[in-house]
Structure formats: C-alpha cells, structure tokens
C-alpha cells in the first residue's frame, strides 16, 4: 500500500531539515501507530503523506499503490485514497458541512470517472454514518467546524473519514482533546473502518488510544526518523519508560 | 436655465414630417450615425415614435449634460471615453414582432438559450406561443389535468433587451390579468403617457449626474412596471439586458411603480459578448414604492469583465435609485456583480415615508484588472426608518474593489436605524479592498451601526479543501460562497444556483 524510504524533508520556508531517513512499509488491512515526542515530526510526515506545499522533500520516496505519490497533487492524492484526520480541523465559516461533504464527495467521483450522487442518495449515507458518531443533524448544518466543540471537530474528521471511504488513513493526533466517551466513539468509528483493503496510520502521543484502536505494528520516531518499531507491547514499554531512551539514540 | 428654455422652444417648433423624413433614411442602416449631438437625441426619439413631451426632455437632458463633467471621485481609473465615438443607438434586423421561431434570428435565440432563459420561454419570448397557452401544454405533459401551470414551477415574466432594443416580453396578458403593466418602457411612452409623465424623472432628475443625464438624453429603451393598488405580483418579473454591438453603448431606463399595498419582484440579467474594445453602459433605474408597498430588486451582472490583460470590457456606469415614498413602503436591492471592466453603482433609498424600510445586500466581485465602486446609500427622510446593508466584496487578482456608503439621517428622521456590515475578502497577494463609509446624522435619536471585516482565504483552509479532493477553483469557490452567504440566501430562487455557479467561473485563475 504504502512505502517511505529514506524521506527527508525541510520546511520551505526557514530550510529546517525535519524529516531526516524516515522509511516505513504499510501493507494492506494493517494499522500502524507512530508514536513519540513533540517535535519528532510526526505532523510533517502527515502532512507531507497529504501533499501540503509548506515542506520540501529533499531526498528518498514514497510510493503509494504502486506510484509515485510526491508526484501527485493534495486533490489528486486524496482522489486516490489518501485521508488526512487533522489534528486541528479548519473552520470555514458560512460552508454548511453537508455542502462542504458533498462538494468534497463529488469531486473525488468526478475525479475517479464515478458518477456523482445524487441529494438523496448521500443524505442516506451521511445521516447512517452520522448517527453512529453521535452527530446531529443540527450540527451537519452548521458552518464546517464552526463553533464545533473540539469532540465535535474529531467526530466530524471521522465521519468526512467513513464517507469518503479512503484506502490510506492518516490520523494525526485524533485523541487529542478528546475526554473518555469521545475518544471511545471517535475509536469505535475507526475499528468499524478497519477493513484488509484500508490502511491505517495512527498517530499519538499517548497509549491510551491504543487500547481502544489495537495497532498491528507500533513505531517510535525520533528526530525525523522511526528508530524502533514492534508490536503493541512497544506502545505499553513506552507509556512505562517514557521517550527518552529514544531521544537520545536518535 | 435660459439654454434649456431656448431647445423647448426649438423643439416645440420641429416640423414632425421631417423627422420622419430623417427617420426613413436612418432605418436602412439600423443604427444612429456615430457620435452625439442634438440630432442623435432626436433620432432616438423619433425612431421610438415618442410624443412632443419626451422628445423635449430628452432634449432638456441633453443640454444640461453639455455642461457637466464626468465625475472623477470613484476609485477607478479608466482613458478617457470619447463620447463622439459611439453608437448612441443599434437595433436588431427585423425586431419589428416576428411571427415564427424563423423570423427571429437563431443567434439572438441561442443568446437567451446561454443565458439560461429556459426553452419553453424563449418560445414565448421569440412570440411564437402565447404565454398562457405554453402554460397549458407544459402542465399536460406533467399529467396535470386542467391546472395553468404545474404545481411548484414558478413563472418568470421575462423582458428582454437586446442592444437598445425590447425583443419581447412573456406572460404580458397573465399579467394584464392582475392589472400589472409590464412592457418596454418605449411602449409605455406611447401607451400610458400619463403614468411615464408622473413618474420618469421622479427619483432620478435629468439634472442627477453626468451618466444619469446623458442616460435621460439618449435611453433607448428598458422596463416598465406599474403594479396596481393593493396587487400582489402574481410573478417575478424578470429583464435580460444584452450588449451585441460593436462601440455601442446601451442606455436603458427602467421604471417601476408599485402602488398602494402593492408587492413585486424584479430580477435583472445582464451580459455581453467579449470584445477588444470597451463597452459602455450607462443605465438609470427609478423605482418608486407608495404607502405599505414594497418593491424587491434583484441583480445579476454579469457583463464582459475584459481580458487577462485588462483589454475589453464594459464600463458600467450606473444610477439606480428607489424612493420610499409612502408610509410603511420597503425596497430591497440585491445585487451580484461579477462583471464589467469598470463598475460604478450605487443603489440607494430615499426613505421618504415614515416607517419605511430600505435594504442593500451586496455581492461585488473582482478578478483579473476589474474595478468595482460601489455600495449604496440609505437617506433617511421620514420618522421610524429603517435601512439595513450587508456588503460583500471579494477581490482576487489584480483587482481593486472599493465599498462606498452613505447613511444619512435627516433632522425630522427621528428613529432612524441603520445597520451596516461590510465584508472583504482577498484572494491573493495583488489586490485591493477598500471601505469608504460616510456616515450623517442631523437627529439625535438616530441610530447606526457599522461593522466591518477584512479577511483572507488561508493557506490552511485551502489545503484542508484540497485533501479532502477539491480542486484548487473548487475550493476557492465554495470558501467564497460561504463568505457571500448571508446575501445569496436572499436572490430569489431563480438567481441562487446562477449566482453560486458564477462564483466559481469569476474567480477562475484566482489561485496558484
């Protein structure tokens, strides 16, 4: 599904070098979780996955079904599959989210030759999904993130998420901000989302989530690189021992 | 006003078998000679066979246009418009009633098709069908029995005006029906004489401005409405405006009346073809509300913006007004500009009446070298008015785009209320938004409220659009929606898809 060997990667703006050997191998159906500390930059690689323009990649690759996906643009990326969960969602003030929903759903069809859907057609899907997440009809007629309450915001990416049904998740941070029964419906609508043709990348700080998404491989990274990577029992040694064993090898 | 007094005269004493002379050897051509002076003015007029009374105020408005300046305090910059360069007048061959689908030329038939005038209409537009009996075919083939028209389709009463020309207007007799005129206004010059007399000129005196005046000297034609007492529009009215001509300028004048208790519904389309050279257009719009009526204008311009390169393009230069004149009336403009190389417009009230109401919701858009001035101003006259402007502006490109507002309160205008907003979005690094309220009050107890935004479309929002699979114009289109919502929630329906879809095409190559 997904192959990153030897990224590296600087901001474009002030050439701080972020990203310095990152190599990392998903296959299909698996969920991966990176973990480590602030400034590891585990948001870069999620946004460079997603193709914003504030970063340069400098050297390595990354192929994603089998092309080269930094020569594909963010709209055709996400057209192909791949889903950024932001850790802050925008708000884009007067855009409804059932607009912003289906403007986002049409373009992906048109862009992969599908025709689009029609009003009642997504309406039936957005109301199922949305009732899973515990999210009001009310609130799909508010401006996009408005005003959302920051469970609201995380509910909402993991709708956008189960509707536009990508092959590539990236999640960054989606536990953040979350209290317990957020983070457990926010989990629960990532495990219905587990499938053996979707990939998952969880990223976080903490275990916790963990427990509730159960990842097949665990990654630490550290300075720009993954320095260690293992099964679960690596997301439990770390809560233990903390980052800093890790901080300091790289 | 001795000059003026002295062309009365000479026109009183023009020997009207000789215009008609004049006017059979211009026909051939269907066009005025180029350039204006007081013949141009009196071609005009006889070619529409006008009554005495219109020619001498057109004549009237001539003279005092000779004195005035063009006005230079708007924010736009444009080469001077020579005046003796245009074609003050330009007809389509054989628009005198076609009969068929045949006779009307399929080029003007395919215009109206582009600009969205459904087909079923421009049959009745072409007169081939009359109205009601299109009606009645159209709710047969929607298995409804003897309804006129089925059930939830709105009918749109349509104007047209092609050039200086009113190719045809639809569902006159529908209207007849409810007492509502609806015709060119160069038939109403002939028809009701008496209604055009009171009114043209009320709201919008020759004298007002120097493009208003020269619009009094040489309209060719427009709308009229006048809605009875106490009628209720049975629906929307609606013109499309349409410059064909080469170095034509078109001069319309639209006139609307609403009676006591009286409500209606205007929409107004306007485009033109793209040429290399500028176009002017020089419109007035005179609305007129008595007690407890209300009138609502909506509009779409859409004119011809000009080039990447700033070449082309139409110079809008326009006057439109409404006057509150009874207790309890209300006008409402809305407007979408997207077109227009140059926009110059400023739709105001006179809120005469006490309790009237007056409201400007505004959409101006620029891209590319566009340059809009415009906005609105609200006079408050009358005790207890009310004026509320919701302004939106998005430039993006190389544009400039400037809000100018007046609200004034007169001393007799106790609890005048006023609320303002004006909002600006840039698109871009190479544009400009500007705010110019001017704001008067001569009675304490007024009150008024100003609120501006400047904004800019973020990085952040637009990679947000993008990951989720819009492309770049997509997005820009959908954040700039959003930024317009408030005032395109209230276009009548017919204008709300139009409008959202517009957004986009305007602001195409406003990003990267």
């Known amino acids: 599904m997904l192959e990153i060997d030897n990224l590296h990667a600087k901001v474009a703006e002030d050439d701080t070098e972020i990203l310095r050997g990152l190599s990392l191998k998903v296959g299909p159906g698996e969920v991966h979780a990176i973990m480590g500390p602030n400034g590891s930059g585990k948001s870069t690689l999620s946004y460079i996955l997603a193709g914003k323009e504030d970063y340069d990649v400098t050297d390595g690759s990354i192929t994603y079904k089998g092309e080269d996906l930094l020569e594909m643009e963010p709209d055709e990326r996400a057209a192909a599959g791949v889903f950024l969960a932001f850790q802050y969602p925008i708000e884009i003030p007067g855009v409804g989210t059932m607009t912003f929903l289906k403007t986002a759903m049409n373009a992906q069809r048109r862009a992969r030759g599908e025709p689009e859907l029609t009003t009642p057609d997504f309406m039936r899907q957005v109301r199922e999904l949305a009732g899973a997440l515990n999210i009001t009809p009310d609130m799909l007629k508010r401006p996009l993130n408005v005003g959302f309450s920051g469970g609201e915001k995380k509910r909402n990416e993991i709708l956008q998420m189960a509707l536009l049904a990508p092959s590539l998740c990236v999640m960054d941070e989606t536990d953040s901000g979350l209290d317990i029964d957020a983070l457990r419906i926010v989990a629960d609508g990532v495990n219905r989302m587990r499938s053996p043709e979707r990939s998952i990348i969880v990223i976080t700080h903490y275990q916790r989530l963990l427990e509730y998404i159960v990842p097949d491989h665990v990654h630490v990274m550290s300075r720009g690189r993954i320095v260690k990577s293992g099964g679960r029992e690596l997301a439990l040694e770390l809560e233990e021992n903390g980052y800093a064993e890790y901080v300091e090898a790289a | ?512």
Request: negative net charge; contains cysteine.
């Open chain 2, 1 to 512: 006003m001795p000059a003026v007094q002295e062309t009365i005269e000479q026109v009183k004493e023009i020997d009207v078998d000789k215009y008609k002379y004049g006017f059979e050897t211009f026909i051939e051509s269907d066009r005025a000679p180029k350039g204006l002076d007081e013949s141009t003015v009196r071609f005009i007029s006889a070619k529409k066979g006008e009554p005495e009374w219109m020619t001498e105020w057109r004549l009237q408005a001539f003279e005092r246009w000779l004195t005035m300046k063009e006005p230079s305090w708007a924010r736009v910059k444009y080469p001077k418009i020579d005046y003796q360069d245009l074609y003050y007048y330009s007809a389509p061959k054989s628009m005198s009633g076609p009969n068929s689908l045949d006779e009307v030329d399929p080029e003007i038939l395919r215009t109206y098709e582009k600009l969205g005038i459904p087909l079923r209409e421009q049959e009745i537009l072409a007169g081939v069908r009359p109205a009601v009996e299109a009606a009645d075919s159209d709710a047969d083939s929607d298995d409804d029995s003897d309804a006129p028209a089925a059930e939830g389709t709105r009918q749109v009463a349509v104007d047209a005006v092609f050039d200086s020309v009113s190719v045809a207007t639809t569902f006159k007799k529908e209207l007849a029906k409810a007492g509502v005129i609806f015709m060119p206004i160069s038939e109403a010059i002939r028809e009701y004489p008496d209604l055009v007399r009171k009114y043209l000129g009320s709201v919008v005196p020759i004298t007002d401005n120097f493009f208003a005046t020269l619009n009094s000297a040489v309209f060719s034609d427009g709308s009229f409405v006048y809605v009875p007492k106490g009628v209720r529009c049975p629906m929307e009215l609606s013109t499309y405006f349409r410059i064909n001509e080469r170095n034509t300028g078109q001069f319309e004048r639209t006139l609307i009346i609403a009676d006591e208790g009286s409500y209606v519904s205007y929409l107004e389309g306007c485009t033109a073809p793209m040429r290399d050279e500028n176009q002017l257009h020089a419109a007035v719009v005179e609305l007129i509300a008595l007690d407890d009526a209300e009138i609502k204008y909506s509009t779409v311009q859409n004119w011809y913006p000009g080039d990447k390169e700033g070449k082309g393009g139409v110079y809008n230069f326009v006057t439109k007004r409404g006057d509150c004149r009874g207790k309890n009336s209300k006008i409402s403009w809305t407007q979408v500009e997207t077109g227009s190389a140059i926009t110059w417009k400023y739709p105001s009230c006179i809120l005469r009446g006490d309790n009237s109401e007056g409201e400007f919701y505004s959409i101006a858009i620029s891209n590319g070298h566009q340059q809009i001035d415009s906005g609105t101003k609200m006079i408050h006259l009358g005790k207890n008015t009310k004026s509320r402007i919701i302004s939106k502006g998005i430039s993006a490109g190389l544009s400039n785009n400037t809000y100018r507002g007046l609200v004034s309160a007169h001393r007799k205008a106790s609890g005048a209320r006023n609320f303002t907003q004006c909002d600006s979005l840039l698109i871009g690094g190479k544009c400009g938004a500007h705010t110019v309220p001017y704001i008067e009050s001569k009675n304490a107890s007024a009150v008024f409220e100003h609120e501006a935004t400047t904004s800019k479309i973020s990085d952040d929002q637009m990679f947000y659009c993008l990951q989720r699979g819009m492309s770049e114009e997509e997005a820009v289109a959908l954040i700039v929606n959003g930024f317009a919502r408030e005032v395109i929630q209230k276009l009548p329906m017919e204008f709300m898809a139009e409008t959202q879809r517009l957004i986009g095409i305007s602001l195409e190559g406003s990003v990267g």
